[in-house]
C-alpha cells in the first residue's frame, strides 16, 4: 500500500458525479472545479466514481492525502436529513449522495484534510447530522440570493487561512 506522504506532490480525492447525455449515464466532473484546486496546491487530481458504491471506499483513502469535494448541478435527496422532498423537479445523485457522506465520514476519521465547495460543503452539513433548506427563497423568511442562471459572474474570491487545512 502507497504512502500518500511520500508524493511529491499531494494526492487530493475529488469525487464526480452522475450526468445524462444522449440517453447514456456517464460520471462526470466539472472542468471548473479542477484547475483551480490544482493550480493552488499543486496537488494531483484523483477522480473517483461514486456509481459503484462504497466497497473500495477505504482502499481510494489510503492513496490520497486529502479530499476535495466540489458543487455539481443536483440536490443531496432530503431523505438523507429525514425531509420529505419539497423540489421533486430538481436533479439529484442519490448515488454520489451515498458515497461522499460515507467519504466525509472516513476521511474524518482519518484525520484528511477536508473542503467543500457548494453541494460539497452541503455534503459535509448532512454527513455531520445537519439539515438544508430545499428552497431556500420560500423557507427562510429573509433569504440571501445564493441561485444564479451564471455561477460564473457570481464567482467570489476565498481567503486561505493559515494552519485551516
Same mark, same amino acid.
Given at each position: 500500500?502507497?504512502?500518500?506522504?511520500? !508524493?511529491?506532490?499531494?494526492? &487530493? #480525492?475529488?469525487?464526480?458525479?452522475?450526468?445524462?447525455?444522449?440517453?447514456?449515464?456517464?460520471?462526470?466532473?466539472?472542468?471548473?472545479?479542477?484547475?483551480?484546486?490544482?493550480?493552488?496546491?499543486?496537488?494531483?487530481?484523483?477522480?473517483?466514481?461514486?456509481?459503484?458504491?462504497?466497497?473500495? #471506499?477505504?482502499?481510494?483513502?489510503?492513496?490520497?492525502?486529502?479530499?476535495?469535494?466540489?458543487?455539481?448541478?443536483?440536490?443531496?435527496?432530503?431523505?438523507?436529513?429525514?425531509?420529505?422532498?419539497?423540489?421533486?423537479?430538481?436533479?439529484?445523485? %442519490?448515488? %454520489?449522495?451515498?458515497?461522499?457522506?460515507?467519504? &466525509? %465520514?472516513?476521511?474524518?476519521? %482519518?484525520?484528511?484534510?477536508? #473542503?467543500?465547495?457548494?453541494?460539497?460543503?452541503?455534503?459535509?452539513?448532512?454527513?455531520?447530522?445537519?439539515?438544508?433548506?430545499?428552497?431556500?427563497?420560500?423557507?427562510?423568511?429573509?433569504?440571501?440570493?445564493? &441561485?444564479?442562471?451564471?455561477?460564473?459572474? !457570481?464567482?467570489?474570491?476565498?481567503?486561505?487561512?493559515?494552519?485551516?487545512?
Amino acid at each position: 500500500m502507497p504512502n500518500p506522504s511520500s !508524493h511529491s506532490k499531494p494526492v &487530493v #480525492l475529488m469525487t464526480m458525479g452522475a450526468q445524462a447525455r444522449s440517453g447514456h449515464a456517464y460520471q462526470v466532473m466539472t472542468h471548473k472545479y479542477i484547475p483551480p484546486l490544482v493550480e493552488l496546491s499543486g496537488c494531483v487530481p484523483l477522480l473517483v466514481p461514486t456509481c459503484c458504491g462504497t466497497a473500495d #471506499l477505504e482502499q481510494y483513502l489510503d492513496l490520497v492525502d486529502g479530499v476535495y469535494l466540489s458543487g455539481a448541478g443536483s440536490n443531496i435527496d432530503p431523505a438523507l436529513y429525514g425531509q420529505e422532498n419539497l423540489t421533486p423537479e430538481k436533479a439529484q445523485d %442519490r448515488d %454520489r449522495d451515498l458515497f461522499d457522506i460515507a467519504l &466525509v %465520514r472516513a476521511a474524518l476519521d %482519518r484525520g484528511l484534510p477536508l #473542503l467543500g465547495i457548494c453541494r460539497g460543503m452541503q455534503e459535509i452539513n448532512v454527513a455531520l447530522g445537519g439539515t438544508l433548506y430545499q428552497d431556500i427563497a420560500t423557507q427562510y423568511e429573509e433569504p440571501e440570493i445564493h &441561485v444564479h442562471e451564471d455561477y460564473d459572474k !457570481h464567482a467570489h474570491n476565498i481567503t486561505w487561512e493559515a494552519g485551516s487545512g
